[in-house]
């Protein structure tokens, strides 16, 4: 899978779920990956550091649990980051 594919897939379960989301979880980060959602965090910093653990290839995605999806630049693409 592609990073976009990845990104697309990830926003595409994300937003659909934001409004179940939002009444369990609101204000905590997604950790997504394969369009659903692995975990979630308290911060994007613990969120990002568990996606590099978990995920070698760097394919996952950060969402933060809002009323409104926001874009969380670098956080809210996958990508491959490469050596950590």
């Known amino acids: 899978m592609s990073q976009q594919q990845q990104v697309d897939?990830?926003?595409k379960f994300f937003?659909?779920?934001l409004p179940?989301?939002?009444q369990t979880h609101m204000g905590q980060?997604?950790?997504l990956r394969n369009g659903a959602i692995t975990d979630f965090?308290?911060?994007p910093v613990d969120a990002l550091k568990a996606g590099k653990?978990?995920?070698s290839d760097g394919l996952f995605s950060i969402q933060q649990v809002?009323?409104?999806p926001i874009d969380l630049g670098f956080f809210s693409h996958a990508g491959h980051n490469g050596a950590s």
């Open 9 to 11: 897939e990830n926003l």
């Open 15 to 17: 937003v659909s779920e």
């Open 20 to 22: 179940k989301l939002s």
């Open 29 to 31: 980060f997604a950790l």
């Open 41 to 43: 965090f308290s911060t």
């Open 53 to 55: 653990s978990l995920y």
């Open 66 to 68: 809002t009323d409104v």
